[in-house]
């Protein structure tokens, strides 16, 4: 419609020209700054080359407060990188593919179709120096299952887990599983005895990772130092803190005045201007981050799934690009990534006005009348929320804006108490993807929109039986074809994983899903 596209180009217009202001603003100097003596300016060269070669500390900000340290009991990317610095995961995801590949575990073979035996490191150490062993890791299947969070179902794949000696044990799957590795991946690696004592993980995360919690001061950041016993060895970077920093631009202006080492969420409306600088290094590639407006399907208009379709095929996907994340990433109108295997266009929606009217007609309900609130945790969330608000406003429906903190969304959204809410997902493959989505196990937990498909489940629980390759991406084809034929939710983007940090910081390799490796990082000499 005209209308809506005159109102998203005037958006966009309006964050373009603040961008440009901010831009200008941030090159003026004083005369005092240029006049400054020949002796100043080498006494500041001294001290900061001095602090150069001292430096072994990292700040890094980032726009979330976990809501928990607890290696389980959440779902949360920004607790998970808290996990990753004091946990050792039980298989590691490959930095380019994704693939399950050795961590804490070295090795594995399959001895049936649902017998496996797991080969442990004999070097690992906890952070209150015992040794791990696979008691430890035994202990940890079962603790998971116990503690796992609420949106998570990655324990129930296993029958029975067994300790064969000290650095094997063994896995009895319940039925043949084509997701035993991936699954196997979320475990951390805990210590049998906590465990048993009842230790609080949250108050106290005791693991085996790379870093070692110190402090947590709520609301403004929290301190790890390394592990000097780390079986891959010792982090370069000794001392690391996560500030809270929940502002976009805020983090920008601590970036470039030094204060601050890396952001994690970058404030894509800066992008460009961080791109430029000389100092700062910019990782910007697609990732495995996918976006949506989800609907509660058991809610009206979202339990009619032709006002579903017309939602989709109302919104310009490329345009909410544009103002949510300045164009670092891609518009969706498919229910699943893109760029894993067994995503299909079939039955896919696109943008397309007239059949949006046609799918509002054939809904049979009056948009003047459909008043309803999305729930937004974030900056980039809100911006996207907007886009929406706009195009809908011009088909006759009132969307209001509400913003919550991470937390409280998360809870609400698995508990059912919402009508909209802005959102993702990060997985590293199709299965878990349509499992954790869209089956209806997961009710109450990652499964937000409550959909509730017989036939999603049946081509989910027939596709994680079948180890043949080509046989199960069928099923995960069909199921995805079926998913966008209801259109639970409304697809908005895949964003890219972007980090901006000090160009002087060596080995920051970042994957698809946003993991790094922290204790292959570095400062340069």
Not at 51 to 65: F, L, M, P, Q, R
Not at 127 to 143: L, P, R, W
């Amino acid at each position: 419609m005209k209308n809506t596209f005159i109102r998203l180009l005037g958006l966009m217009l309006v964050f373009v020209m603040a961008f440009s202001l901010f831009v200008g603003c941030g090159k003026t100097e004083t005369a005092e700054t240029e006049t400054e003596t020949n002796n100043e300016t080498e006494e500041k060269t001294e001290e900061k080359t001095e602090a150069t070669e001292v430096k072994d500390g990292i700040i890094i900000a980032t726009a979330n407060e976990p809501p928990t340290l607890h290696p389980y009991l959440h779902s949360a990317v920004a607790a998970s990188y808290m996990n990753y610095l004091t946990f050792d995961y039980f298989l590691r995801g490959n930095v380019d593919t994704l693939e399950p590949e050795a961590g804490a575990i070295t090795a594995w073979e399959t001895t049936s179709d649902t017998e496996w035996v797991f080969t442990i490191r004999d070097d690992i150490t906890y952070h209150n120096g015992e040794k791990a062993t696979a008691e430890d890791f035994v202990a940890s299947m079962y603790y998971a299952r116990e503690n796992e969070s609420y949106t998570s179902n990655y324990s129930a794949f296993f029958e029975s887990a067994e300790v064969i000696d000290d650095t094997h044990f063994k896995v009895v799957t319940k039925d043949v599983y084509a997701k035993t590795l991936y699954d196997m991946s979320s475990f951390r690696v805990l210590d049998k005895d906590l465990i048993e004592a009842g230790h609080d993980f949250n108050a106290d995360p005791i693991g085996s990772g790379p870093y070692i919690f110190q402090t947590w001061e709520l609301g403004d950041h929290l301190d790890f130092v390394a592990n000097e016993n780390y079986w891959e060895g010792a982090p370069a970077i000794k001392n690391m803190t996560w500030r809270i920093i929940p502002e976009g631009s805020s983090r920008t202006i601590a970036l470039e005045a030094g204060e601050i080492d890396m952001i994690i969420e970058v404030e894509t409306n800066d992008l460009a201007r961080l791109e430029e600088s000389a100092e700062i290094a910019v990782t910007n590639i697609p990732g495995t981050s996918f976006n949506w407006l989800i609907l509660n399907n058991e809610v009206a208009p979202f339990d009619n799934q032709d006002f579903r379709h017309f939602m989709n095929c109302a919104i310009q996907k490329d345009a909410l690009v544009m103002v949510a994340l300045n164009g670092a990433g891609t518009g969706n109108y498919r229910q699943s990534p893109g760029m894993f295997a067994g995503a299909t266009d079939e039955n896919m929606d696109e943008y397309n006005p007239e059949l949006a009217k046609q799918y509002l007609e054939k809904s049979g309900i009056d948009p003047t009348t459909v008043v309803f609130s999305t729930i937004c945790s974030d900056d980039v969330k809100r911006r996207c929320a907007e886009v929406i608000q706009a195009t809908l406003a011009e088909y006759g429906v009132t969307m209001n804006i509400e913003s919550m903190d991470l937390a409280t969304y998360l809870s609400a959204a698995a508990e059912g108490n919402f009508e909209a809410t802005i959102g993702g997902c990060t997985t590293s493959n199709s299965l878990g993807f349509v499992e954790y989505k869209y089956h209806s196990s997961m009710i109450g937990g990652s499964n937000f929109t409550r959909t509730a498909d017989a036939e999603i489940d049946a081509l989910y629980d027939e596709a994680v039986q079948t180890l043949d390759e080509t046989k199960r991406m069928e099923l995960v084809s069909a199921a995805i074809a079926r998913i966008q034929e209801l259109c639970p939710q409304i697809p908005t983007y895949s964003a890219n994983v972007v980090r901006a940090f000090d160009a002087n910081l060596e080995g920051v390799h970042v994957n698809a899903s946003g993991s790094t490796y922290w204790h292959m990082v570095s400062w340069g000499k």
